[in-house]
C-alpha cells in the first residue's frame, strides 16, 4: 500500500507564505515524477507544478516566479514553498505522483487528500 499525505495549508493574507508537504509511504520502491495541483470550489481542477526525479521544475504561468516546488528524495516528501500569495491561490491543493511499488516495474499514479489553502484580502 502507498500513500499520499499533505499538510501546511491553513488561512494566510495576501501577501503572505505557507509551505505545503506532500509525505509518500507504504511499499515503494522509487517516485519519478511529483506534481501539485489545486482545485477552487465550484472550478476544475487546475495543474499547479511538476518536479522529476532528476530534480527539473516546471509551473503554471499563475504561480510562476511565487511558488517554488522541491523534492527531498531520502525523505520521500515533496514540499511547495508559496509566497508572494494571492486570493485566487485559494483552493484545495492534491499532491499527485507517480511510484513504482516494491516488486512491480511500472508507475502507478497517485493522489493525496488535499490540503486547503485560504488566502484572505
Known amino acids: 500500500q502507498v500513500q499520499l499525505v499533505e499538510s501546511g495549508g491553513g488561512l494566510v493574507q495576501a501577501g503572505g507564505s505557507l509551505r505545503l508537504s506532500c509525505a509518500a509511504s507504504?511499499?515503494?520502491?522509487?517516485?519519478?515524477?511529483l506534481g501539485w495541483y489545486r482545485q477552487a470550489p465550484g472550478k476544475q481542477r487546475e495543474w499547479v507544478a511538476i518536479?522529476?526525479?532528476?530534480?527539473?521544475?516546471n509551473y503554471a504561468d499563475s504561480v510562476k516566479g511565487r511558488f517554488t516546488i522541491s523534492r527531498d528524495n531520502a525523505k520521500n516528501t515533496m514540499y511547495l514553498q508559496m509566497n508572494s500569495l494571492k486570493p485566487e491561490d485559494t483552493a484545495v491543493y492534491y499532491c499527485?505522483?507517480?511510484?513504482?511499488?516494491?516488486?512491480?516495474?511500472?508507475?502507478?499514479?497517485?493522489w493525496g487528500q488535499g490540503t486547503q489553502v485560504t488566502v484572505s484580502s
Open positions: 518536479i522529476t526525479s532528476g530534480g527539473s521544475t
Open positions: 499527485n505522483a507517480d511510484i513504482i511499488r516494491r516488486y512491480t516495474s511500472r508507475a502507478d499514479n497517485y
Open positions: 507504504g511499499s515503494l520502491f522509487s517516485i519519478n515524477a
